[in-house]
T-cell receptor, first 114, second 114 residues
Framework: AQSVAQPEDQVNVAEGNPLTVKCTYS??????LFWYVQYPNRGLQFLLK??????LVKGSYGFEAEFNKSQTSFHLKKPSALVSDSALYFC????????????FGTGTRLQVFP | DTAVSQTPKYLVTQMGNDKSIKCEQN?????MYWYKQDSKKFLKIMFS???????INETVPNRFSPKSPDKAHLNLHINSLELGDSAVYFC?????????????FGPGTRLTVL
């Protein structure tokens, strides 16, 4: 069965510092991995995805994520955080064997302090 | 131009009533979804349709009935509303059912059952 875990409910970081939001997954086949961001009272917005190829994926707003197959992780990173990055971040996975369903993590609230 | 739109944005109703939420996408996508986000922000798939055909029907009470009149629309009708139905409901769409396609989300409908 496919699953995804976001071990941190909240991540706090000072503006200008690097940020990392963690995600680990479990699938039977190959993983299709996604990051989405949700701003208050808004729908989810797609940030980036890993399907195949280069393990480092670059996305919107300066975010990137690194796929690590041995650690079954897909952590979201940004070199320099902005206050406007404060939002709820969701990792999601689809199993290449069961491609109909996208499973979301429980979300991590990122708080960037000025 | 709004890619995925939902109406209404807010819905407040009494227990036992029947209500509908409408969703439309102008992206030309083949697949549409309904998700439920509870008060703890957990996001769970309810239904997906591909070219008007039901693909995913999670363990959702049969008081919930999706209807897809065409591939640009996916409506959600809820009978005999209960307190536990209070949540934010998101519609989403993707180009096709294949696992590597990202999903585009609507702004959500906040349903409050009194």
């Amino acid at each position: 069965a496919q699953s995804v875990a976001q071990p941190e409910d909240q991540v706090n970081v000072a503006e200008g510092n690097p940020l990392t939001v963690k995600c680990t997954y479990s699938v039977s086949g190959n993983p299709y991995l996604f990051w989405y961001v949700q701003y208050p009272n808004r729908g989810l917005q797609f940030l980036l995805k890993y399907i195949t190829g280069d393990n480092l994926v670059k996305g919107s707003y300066g975010f990137e994520a690194e796929f690590n197959k041995s650690q079954t992780s897909f952590h979201l990173k940004k070199p320099s955080a902005l206050v406007s990055d404060s939002a709820l971040y969701f990792c999601a996975v689809r199993d290449s064997y069961y491609t109909d369903k996208l499973i979301f993590g429980t979300g991590t609230r990122l708080q960037v302090f000025p | 131009d709004t890619a995925v739109s939902q109406t209404p944005k807010y819905l407040v109703t009494q227990m036992g009533n029947d209500k509908s939420i409408k969703c439309e996408q102008n992206l030309g996508h083949d697949t549409m979804y309904w998700y439920k986000q509870d008060s703890k922000k957990f996001l769970k798939i309810m239904f997906s349709y591909n070219n008007k055909e039901l693909i995913i029907n999670e363990t959702v009470p049969n008081r919930f009935s999706p209807k897809s009149p065409d591939k640009a629309h996916l409506n959600l009708h809820i009978n005999s509303l209960e307190l536990g139905d209070s949540a934010v409901y998101f519609c989403a769409s993707s180009q096709e059912l294949a696992g590597h396609n990202e999903q585009f989300f609507g702004p959500g409908t906040r349903l409050t059952v009194l």
